[in-house]
């Protein structure tokens, strides 16, 4: 079930075209049944315990394979060409990726730190989010629209940092540091195995993060009419510290769907445009962890 929030956004490759089908037996009938929901795989790749369906009969259960049936022709090997591989994962993530860190650079150098600055940078991130939104909406890859919300994005976390470094100098090369250490250390424990991203796993996780930003919007609120003071749960203090711990943890369980969804697409023959959506997804979640680090940083850095 995918979320019209773009930050609860993961597609999963089961039948259904989400987590809501996990631990679901496998469809019968090959590529005739269900191919309206998931065309990379029939049945749910996390029931599966043998490894890919495609395996035994790849060309019974691939709907991209070319079979004559007519003339009772034997079906002809899928073409490979045209499948998502962890290059072409790479390769997008390292293109979203690069254009949120251009967009820094740039509205580091060109805008200073003003009252201006601040009102393009919350511009920069209502955009960044309407395009997030509308790509979240929308049922293929559309690598303009990614790109135009990683390069807005880069504008806001440019200003963003450049505020923070002015009061905290080198709080964001500590944030950029601690987002690595974080998306290092979550990979290697999902690739170790001691993480399995099931339907019970995403369903809590995703129940937490719900009720996570909820909160934070109702604080948003309390703050924005005066009832909460000092940014209420969003404060600079132990609180603050407590809920940004919290916040990052979040991102690390998104990184785990998104390392499930790479992991999935490849195994399952997903088109190379998915590639996009996994870059995309992976940006989203690293702009997250990042934000809640730099805010994690300033806080046991104390005021100048």
């Known amino acids: 079930m995918r979320s019209s929030n773009p930050v609860f956004s993961r597609r999963g490759f089961s039948r259904d075209n989400g987590?809501?089908?996990?631990?679901?037996?496998?469809?019968?009938g090959g590529a005739a049944v269900g191919t309206q929901g998931n065309p990379y795989a029939q049945g749910n790749?996390?029931?599966?315990?043998?490894?890919?369906?495609?395996?035994q009969n790849p060309?019974?259960?691939?709907?991209?394979?070319?079979?004559?049936?007519?003339h009772g022709a034997p079906p002809q090997a899928p073409s490979t060409?045209?499948?998502?591989?962890?290059?072409?994962?790479?390769?997008?993530?390292?293109?979203?990726?690069?254009?949120v860190a251009v967009g820094a650079v740039l509205a580091w150098a060109l805008l200073p730190v003003s009252a201006t600055s601040y009102g393009l940078a919350i511009g920069a991130a209502l955009v960044a989010?309407?395009?997030?939104?509308?790509?979240?909406?929308?049922?293929?890859?559309?690598?303009?629209?990614?790109?135009?919300?990683?390069?807005?994005?880069?504008?806001?976390?440019?200003?963003?940092?450049e505020m923070f470094n002015a009061r905290w100098n080198g709080a964001p090369f500590q944030a950029v540091l601690g987002t690595m250490a974080v998306s290092g250390a979550t990979l290697l424990i999902y690739k170790a195995g001691w993480i399995r991203v099931t339907a019970r796993y995403a369903r809590i996780g995703m129940a937490i993060a719900i009720a996570f930003v909820l909160v934070m919007a109702v604080n948003l609120l309390l703050v924005a009419f005066g009832v909460a003071e000092d940014g209420g749960l969003r404060s600079f203090g132990p609180l603050g510290a407590i809920v940004g711990i919290i916040a990052i943890v979040l991102g690390a369980f998104f990184l785990t769907l998104d390392f499930k969804q790479i992991e999935d697409g490849i195994a399952?023959?997903?088109?190379?445009?998915?590639?996009?959506?996994?870059?995309?997804?992976?940006?989203?979640?690293l702009v997250w962890i990042y934000v809640e680090m730099l805010r994690l940083v300033a806080i046991f850095s104390g005021d100048d």
């Not at 790749?45 to 395996?55: E, H």
């Not at 060309?59 to 007519?70: E, H, V």
């Not at 509308?134 to 440019?158: C, D």
């Not at 399952?268 to 940006?283: C, M, Q, S, V």
């Open 19 to 28: 987590y809501a089908g996990f631990n679901t037996a496998p469809q019968a």
């Open 45 to 55: 790749p996390y029931a599966q315990q043998g490894g890919n369906p495609y395996a």
């Open 59 to 70: 060309y019974a259960q691939n709907p991209y394979a070319q079979q004559d049936l007519q």
């Open 81 to 99: 060409t045209d499948r998502m591989t962890m290059d072409d994962v790479v390769t997008r993530s390292a293109m979203t990726l690069g254009t």
């Open 129 to 161: 989010m309407v395009l997030a939104l509308v790509q979240s909406f929308k049922r293929n890859a559309s690598p303009a629209l990614i790109l135009s919300y990683a390069a807005f994005e880069g504008v806001f976390l440019g200003v963003l940092s």
């Open 268 to 285: 399952y023959g997903a088109p190379r445009k998915e590639a996009w959506l996994a870059a995309f997804g992976l940006t989203m979640t």
